[in-house]
């Protein structure tokens, strides 16, 4: 950023325009990721040190992914990709609203990174019990895009091994979303996970406790 900046402020006389929007389209570049990466730092460093209060609340959770689209809507129209909203209108959990919206803008941000143009995105949920027979919501966002290696795929929560790769677009990423994702899951008592085959897309998949509408 300093360089490219630095060398348009000196010498932007010298550049056609072609070649000023190239300079400009870089530096726009780096200063969003480098925003993101910060935002993500922060609202980890948050969770780290318990400045984030985990605040359960009953939340309808076909409202909380329609505004999620809606803000990440430009995105996926950019690429052309479908998202698809299989969530039904009266669907409840019990889950603290700032963590719950953190967790499907990473997976959606990342659903459109890693799937080209003219693909679909597809958000569905289904009901399930674990061993002590408590009820959980199923919730998934599968995408067709390139899909993720088997040892990619064993360091994408680990944030000893944190990864981040380009997109379908050379988007680039933190490597620290999936990292909040699975803390903020698992402040839920929740878990989360990823299913995926290169080539084949990706199918990324978190349980939140189930809430009927009270």
């Excluded at 530096?27 to 948050?46: C, P, V």
């Excluded at 803390?183 to 929740?190: A, N, P, Q, Y």
Aim: net charge negative; proline share 2%; glycine share 8%.
């Amino acid at each position: 950023m300093l360089g490219f900046s630095e060398e348009l402020n000196k010498n932007i006389e010298e550049y056609d325009t072609e070649k000023r929007n190239k300079f400009i389209g870089i530096i726009h570049d780096a200063i969003h990721n480098t925003y993101k990466l910060l935002e993500d730092l922060l609202i980890w460093s948050g969770s780290q040190h318990g400045s984030i209060n985990f605040q359960p609340t009953n939340e309808n959770l076909f409202i909380l992914f329609i505004n999620t689209i809606e803000q990440l809507s430009q995105s996926a129209e950019r690429k052309s990709i479908k998202l698809i909203n299989n969530i039904p209108e009266e669907c409840y959990v019990d889950a603290d609203k700032f963590m719950l919206s953190t967790v499907m803008r990473n997976l959606l941000m990342n659903a459109i990174k890693f799937t080209p143009k003219g693909g679909e995105i597809t958000i569905s949920i289904s009901l399930i019990e674990d061993q002590n027979n408590i009820e959980f919501t199923e919730i998934s966002i599968e995408d067709t895009g390139i899909g993720i290696s088997k040892e990619v795929q064993s360091k994408l929560f680990k944030i000893e091994e944190s990864v981040s790769t380009y997109g379908t677009e050379k988007e680039k990423g933190t490597g620290l979303g999936l990292i909040l994702c699975k803390e903020f899951v698992e402040k839920h008592s929740g878990r989360i996970w990823v299913e995926s085959e290169v080539g084949k897309g990706s199918r990324f998949v978190f349980t939140l406790p189930f809430q009927k509408k009270k």
